[in-house]
């Protein structure tokens, strides 16, 4: 099934540096995303102050954007496995 989304996911950490270092450790895999999906799904993550957010635009199959989601939130996962280990 094609979907086209927009969508806003927000973390909530209260620490400014943990947000920015698990915002800077995910941008890192929003980069590198495959050339093939780089037409059809963007993401953009940012941090302020110690709120990390993420924009998602994808036009495509679902079961793509699944993927692509399960992909952040093991991504932000790791990051913040990491810097509890900081």
Do not use: C
Not at 21 to 42: C, F, H, M, T
Not at 44 to 70: C, H, N, P, Q
């Amino acid at each position: 099934m094609k979907v086209r989304v927009k969508a806003e996911i927000v973390w909530h950490y209260g620490d400014a540096r943990k947000a920015e270092a698990i915002a800077r450790a995910v941008q890192v895999d929003d980069e590198g995303i495959p050339e093939s999906l780089k037409k059809s799904l963007n993401l953009e993550t940012r941090w302020v102050d110690g709120t990390v957010r993420t924009k998602v635009k994808y036009s495509g199959e679902i079961d793509t954007l699944i993927k692509a989601l399960d992909d952040l939130v093991f991504s932000v996962k790791i990051a913040e496995e990491m810097t509890e280990k900081v």
